[in-house]
Nanobody, 114 residues
């Protein structure tokens, strides 16, 4: 059974940083393209970035230059490094496979507030 477990959320002041982890089990992360998403209160879930099987990354414009996606094949996990956080980054964050999605789970809450 393929599972994704996301962790690392929390509360941070504007301008701060957080790093989210997406631990993969049941499949090899390097064999999959993986996306990061977020859902702000009252809004629909939005795509924010992707790491392909080859390790190429893509970002939504609103996070480009501030967020960075990486992957550690040795531990079968992906990461979302978030810098220069803004209040509008407040959301529940998720990871998933776009071409063979698994259960979304509860995500991890990121709150950016002074």
């Amino acid at each position: 059974q393929v599972k994704l477990v996301i962790s690392g959320g929390g509360s941070v002041q504007p301008g701060g940083s957080l790093k989210l982890s997406c631990a993969v089990s049941g499949t090899t992360i390097s064999s999959n393209t993986l996306d990061w998403y977020r859902q702000a209160p009252g809004k629909s879930r939005e795509w924010i970035g992707q790491i392909t099987k080859r390790g190429t990354t893509f970002y939504e414009d609103v996070v480009k230059g501030r967020f960075s996606i990486s992957r550690d094949d040795a531990v079968n996990a992906a990461y979302l490094q978030m810098n220069a956080l803004k209040p509008e980054d407040t959301a529940v964050y998720y990871c998933n496979f776009p071409y063979d999605p698994v259960s979304w789970g509860q995500g991890t809450q990121v709150t950016v507030s002074s």
